[in-house]
Structures are given as C-alpha cells and as structure tokens.
C-alpha cells in the first residue's frame, strides 16, 4: 500500500553506499496542518534507495514536494534481543507548482487614447 504527503523540503542528505549492493539516500520534510487556532508542524523524515536515491538531486531545499512512499517493517535480532524498527521509504518524489503569479494584463489606455464621449462635429444631423 502506498502514500502520499505534500510538504516543504527541508534537508536532503548524499547518498550513502551501506553495502556493495546497497544505496540510500534520506531527505526530511516539514508538514504544517492548521486545525482550528492551532498549528501543527511535522518534521519527517524519508528514506530512497538504490536508483530512486537520484529522485531530490534537483529539488531545492525550501521547493514545496509530493512524495509518494510505503511504510517497511522489520524485526531484527541481536544477541537474544528482538527490537523492529519502521521506513518510509519514498518511490516518487515530486515538485509541486508554486502559485502562478497573475497573468500579465494590458495597461488601461492613456487619456488620450480615449474617444471623447458626447455629440460629435461630423455627425449629419
């Protein structure tokens, strides 16, 4: 099952060689969500891997981001102790539009570019 979650870009780290057949990249977001009088702001934090890790090469921090991901799950074990840990591990990373400005519209005319309003000298009657 996959996600999605807009926010802005926050830190974006280099890609890390964690073993010959192993690459990650991770990048963190800042989501900010009003409800009511109140503003919540989340600092989290992804994880691309192997070819995906190219996906923020050349998003700039601060640009606003859909990221696309799913959550992993693991258990590990070490000396008799279990521990599990979770991923958001990112598959789309995606530069959302800023807001256009407004298109350009033409000036009004000058005074002078304006007929005169009113009876006119050639008028036949």
Do not use: H
């Not at 840990?85 to 000036?107: D, Y």
């Amino acid at each position: 099952m996959s996600y999605e979650i807009s926010g802005t870009l926050l830190e974006k780290y280099d890609a890390v060689q964690v073993t010959d057949r192993f690459r990650k990249r991770e990048f963190v977001i800042e989501k900010r969500e009003s409800v009511g009088p109140n503003e919540f702001i989340e600092t989290i934090k992804f994880q691309l891997t192997q070819d995906k890790c190219e996906a923020i090469e050349n998003i700039p921090v601060g640009q606003q981001i859909k990221v696309v991901f799913n959550i992993r799950g693991r258990r590990w074990e070490k000396n008799g102790q279990v521990s599990y840990f979770n991923n958001l591990e990112a598959w789309r990373v995606e530069p959302l539009q800023q807001q256009s400005a407004p298109a350009n519209i033409a000036p009004p005319p000058a005074m002078d570019e304006i007929p005169p309003e009113g009876p006119s000298d050639d008028l036949p009657f």
